[in-house]
């Protein structure tokens, strides 16, 4: 028939031969077959469905191969909810970054996914965007939904949320920054060691006016950065003007503005050493726009670094090591061998590249 547009319209037939329901049967979407199901199409009973299904001995090969059939043919996937409740574990554990779009955590993850995969566990993970209120609801909803452990990058300071899960069994690492307020374990890289280095190699080369800019203050890895920057300049006698230093958000404009206030004026820094990857991104297309040649040295490896001209050298920190230490501990506590919390330090590495050791031009 045709409708007022002129076009042809043609009455929708039933889809009974397809499977599909028809529009007045609620749901598209059909029942998920169950080991009932299987058990029917092969032929067998629930137990031996069972037995394939969880790995365990008992069958012959003709009947294993029968009931795998049935599954593939069915779509059938084991109900892991069940096992959860005979077991008290989920076989999953849950990771909390400060942000999933930081190039950082992209080798912490996969190495924390890894070692999760090794134990035959899920990783879940999501990002606090820095914000201690998200944490804490990421946090507490991942244990909601019965995660057998926690691997954290703590944004809040304030950790005695966790302490009811923590009693209750859930296994919790903190990595990159300790907890707050409660004893638990937490793997760490030398910051402070490694700001300490970094800057004193800014010195050797020959700079004596040498700004930092970092994180925000009440970030761990911040304040121990910019700790390790005032005990190089005060083992080589140097005065810091607070000038030289602006602690903040990593946002580009903020890192801009901190920079080209360092580089303006009658006593201009020439070096400046850079808080964090995304500090160190901003900092060099702020001198790239420079006329005056400054020496760089950045906290965290970035990517195509020793592409640039001149490299950029950069104190390094190893994030796939901080990841994997973290969940190998994590799966440590889970199988019961560990009982005291402990502090894990791991070491930077400066890699020189030639941003950091221009000397000054004046």
């Given at each position: ?32 077959p169950t080991m ?19 790995g365990e001995p ?280 560990l009982v005291t ?22």
């Amino acid at each position: 028939m045709d409708d007022r547009t002129g076009h042809r319209t043609v009455p929708e037939s039933p889809r009974r031969a397809s499977g599909f329901p028809d529009r007045h049967s609620g749901s598209r979407y059909g029942n998920r077959p169950t080991m009932k199901d299987v058990a029917a199409r092969a032929g067998v009973g629930l137990k031996t469905v069972s037995r394939v299904v969880n790995g365990e001995p008992g069958v012959t090969p003709d009947t294993e191969r029968r009931v795998q059939e049935a599954i593939d043919a069915l779509g059938f996937r084991r109900n892991d909810s069940a096992r959860v409740l005979r077991k008290g574990r989920t076989a999953s554990i849950g990771l909390v970054l400060e942000d999933l779009a930081d190039p950082f955590y992209g080798p912490l993850s996969r190495a924390v996914e890894e070692v999760a995969r090794a134990h035959g566990a899920l990783l879940i993970n999501g990002s606090s965007a820095e914000d201690p209120d998200r944490e804490q609801e990421l946090a507490l909803a991942l244990c909601a939904r019965r995660v057998d452990g926690l691997v954290i990058i703590p944004a809040g300071d304030d950790h005695r949320y966790l302490e009811p899960e923590m009693k209750a069994g859930v296994a919790t690492v903190f990595v990159d920054r300790p907890a707050g307020k409660i004893d638990a374990d937490v793997v760490l890289s030398d910051s402070y060691g490694g700001a300490r280095a970094g800057v004193a190699h800014l010195i050797a080369h020959g700079h004596r006016r040498i700004g930092f800019v970092g994180d925000m203050p009440r970030i761990h890895t911040a304040a121990e950065r910019l700790r390790g920057y005032r005990a190089a300049m005060e083992d080589a006698g140097i005065p810091v003007e607070d000038s030289w230093m602006s602690l903040g958000t990593t946002s580009p404009e903020r890192v801009r503005r901190a920079a080209e206030e360092m580089l303006s004026g009658p006593s201009p820094v020439t070096a400046i050493f850079a808080g964090n990857n995304r500090v160190t991104v901003t900092v060099i297309r702020v001198l790239a726009e420079h006329s005056r040649r400054v020496a760089l040295v950045g906290f965290d490896d970035i990517e195509l670094a020793d592409l640039l001209q001149p490299g950029v050298t950069v104190v390094a920190q190893d994030a796939a090591a901080l990841g994997r230490t973290a969940a190998e501990r994590l799966f440590r506590q889970l199988d019961g061998s560990l009982v005291t919390p402990e502090r894990i330090e791991l070491p930077t590495r400066l890699i020189t590249r030639g941003s950091g050791e221009l000397p000054p031009e004046d």
